[in-house]
Every structure is written in C-alpha cells, then in structure tokens.
C-alpha cells in the first residue's frame, strides 16, 4: 500500500519560511517524479515545484528563486524549502508521486498540508 504523508505546514507570517515534508512508503521515490501541487481558496491546483527521478528539480514560475524542493532517498523523503512567503501562497500543499510506463500510470497522492501566509 502506497502513503505519502505530508507535513510542515502552518500558519506563518510574509516573508517567512515554512519547509514541508513528504515521507513516502510503498514505493520507492528515486522511480517517481515527485512533485508538490498546491490549491488555494477558488483557485484551481497548480504544480509548484517537481523533482526528477534523476533529481533534477523544475519550479512554477511564481516560486522560482523562493522555493527549493530535494529530497533525502535514505528517508523516502521529498522536501519543499518555502522562504520569503507571501499571503497569495496560503493553500493546500499536496505530495505527489508520478511514474508513467508504456501501458501503466502511477499516480499517488497525500493528503495535503496547509499553508496559511497572513499577519
């Protein structure tokens, strides 16, 4: 059975750093691209940052430079470093976990993690 199960979120100020964590189990995540994917209040999800297997990391433009994902292979864990946050980042971050073969798709999902930026 696959989990992933997140964590690190919370309420924080502008301009300050959150780091959310996903620890993942039943599958092995250097075979997936992972991803964090987030949804804010009427928005619709939208990919916030996503690591290949090979681990080279890819970021949404509203992110770049603020956002760092890695991840820890010993742990099974993907990592999103957030700094200078700002109020239009508050939303539910969701952990993914993508593998795609000939005929086959893996697809998993957390249950999210809430971010709230407010003063």
């Known amino acids: 059975q696959v989990q992933l199960v997140e964590s690190g979120g919370g309420l924080v100020q502008p301009g300050g750093s959150l780091r959310l964590s996903c620890v993942a189990s039943g599958i092995t995540i250097n075979l997936y691209r992972m991803g964090w994917y987030r949804q804010g209040p009427g928005k619709e999800r939208e990919l916030v940052a996503s690591?290949?297997?090979?681990?080279?990391?890819i970021y949404g433009d509203s992110v770049k430079g603020r956002f760092t994902i890695s991840r820890d292979l010993p742990k099974n864990t993907v990592y999103l470093q957030m700094n200078s946050l700002q109020p239009e980042d508050t939303a539910v971050y969701h952990c993914?976990?993508?593998?795609?073969?000939?005929?086959?798709?893996?697809?998993?999902w957390g249950q999210g993690t809430q971010v709230t930026v407010s003063s």
């Open positions: 690591i290949t297997s090979s681990g080279i990391g």
């Open positions: 993914n976990a993508l593998r795609l073969g000939i005929s086959r798709r893996d697809d998993y």
